[in-house]
């Protein structure tokens, strides 16, 4: 599977934007990218995939750049339930390898 | 909605000991997975399982086995369970669809502390 690059951290103020990068350079024609986030003492969460086009759910929004070799995942406003490890991943299919993944703190 | 369930949040067992992890899931699904959790090494697979009585080793099968009887149950067995499987392990399942989706459905955990 390729290899995703994601911030160890990130802080967000609650009710404003979160942008959570991941960059995936060797991402292959393929590859969907899937995000997932853990909330303390839970197991992890789906919260959205894409291809090549962006997409919209409930959850959060995924920003896919031009050349896939880079993603963005938004939460429009982030509450403090939202504080959790989101992990970035690659696949074309199950099952997936999970890295270490980015630990958002939400600030009320 | 999906509910994944694992018989324990936590275990604690001895050196040696035999450990059964059980997983159930209520959705159907074929495909059955066993992660294990430790801090600074974020998930690893251990088994994987796509239909009854099929079992795929993950990337770190040592010391454990699988059991797939029934399209429901997923259960991971540590035959002589050592200090070094403490750990918090997950169990997830998803559909043939899910497959590509990438969309699992995970179990609150099981922490297992071996002493």
């Known amino acids: 599977d390729a290899k995703t690059t994601q911030p160890n951290s990130m802080e967000s103020n609650e009710e404003e934007p979160v942008h959570l990068p991941c960059n995936h350079s060797t991402i292959s024609g393929t590859d969907y990218i899937h995000w997932y986030r853990q909330l303390p003492s839970q197991g992890p969460e789906y919260v959205i995939h894409?291809?090549?086009s962006n997409v919209n759910n409930r959850m959060a929004s995924l920003a896919i750049a031009e050349d896939r070799k880079s993603s963005t995942l938004i939460l429009h406003r982030a509450t403090l339930r939202d504080a959790a490890v989101y992990y970035c991943i690659l696949s074309v299919v199950t099952p997936l390898v999970f890295g270490k993944g980015t630990r958002l703190s939400v600030i009320a | 909605d999906v509910k994944v369930t694992q018989s324990s949040r936590y275990l604690v067992k001895r050196t040696g000991e035999k450990v059964f992890l059980e997983c159930v899931q209520d959705m159907d699904h074929e495909n059955m997975f066993w992660y294990r959790q430790d801090p600074g090494l974020g998930l690893r697979l251990i088994y994987f399982?796509?239909?009854?009585?099929?079992?795929e080793k993950g990337d770190i099968p040592e010391g454990y086995s699988v059991s797939r009887e029934k399209k429901e149950r997923f259960s991971l067995i540590l035959e002589s369970a050592s200090t070094n499987q403490t750990s918090m392990y997950l169990c997830?399942?998803?559909?043939?669809?899910?497959?590509?989706?990438?969309?699992?459905?995970f179990g609150e955990g099981s922490r297992l502390t071996v002493l």
């Open positions: 894409g291809l090549t």
């Open positions: 997830a399942s998803t559909s043939p669809a899910g497959r590509r989706s990438g969309e699992l459905f």
């Open positions: 399982s796509y239909d009854v009585k099929m079992k």
